[in-house]
Nanobody
Framework: QVQLVESGGGLVQTGGSLRLSCAAS????????AAWYRQAPGKQRELVAL?????STNYADFVKGRFTISSAKNTVYLQMDSLKPEDTAVYYC????????????????WGQGTQVTVSS
């Protein structure tokens, strides 16, 4: 079974930077498509950034120019710069479809989330 483990969250001041990582275990090949979501208290989970095969990236308007998604082998990253208090949320990694080491496909896999808090 594929598992995703996020790390890199923490407390940072406005204007600061953090780099989130999402490491996948139990996969047979490199990650090609993945996304980062976030959920603030009392709000719905929202898409932050997406990377697809070939390296295409898409970003929510509220992070464009500040966040960068990338992937390497079994890890997906989210570089977050110029952080704002409104970026405070739990950040989740998601992989829509991935092949496991047993040769099966696993769909819609989520990590446990990592807390990002931006102080004003």
């Amino acid at each position: 079974q594929v598992q995703l483990v996020e790390s890199g969250g923490g407390l940072v001041q406005t204007g600061g930077s953090l780099r989130l990582s999402c490491a996948a275990s139990g996969i047979i090949s490199s990650i090609t498509t993945a996304a980062w979501y976030r959920q603030a208290p009392g709000k719905q989970r929202e898409l932050v950034a997406l990377i697809t095969s070939g390296g295409s990236t898409n970003y929510a308007d509220f992070v464009k120019g500040r966040f960068t998604i990338s992937s390497a082998k079994n890890t997906v990253y989210l570089q977050m710069d110029s952080l704002k208090p409104e970026d405070t949320a739990v950040y989740y990694c998601n992989i829509p479809r991935v092949q496991t080491t047993k040769g099966q496909f696993q769909y819609n896999t989520w990590g446990q989330g990592t807390q990002v808090t931006v102080s004003s």
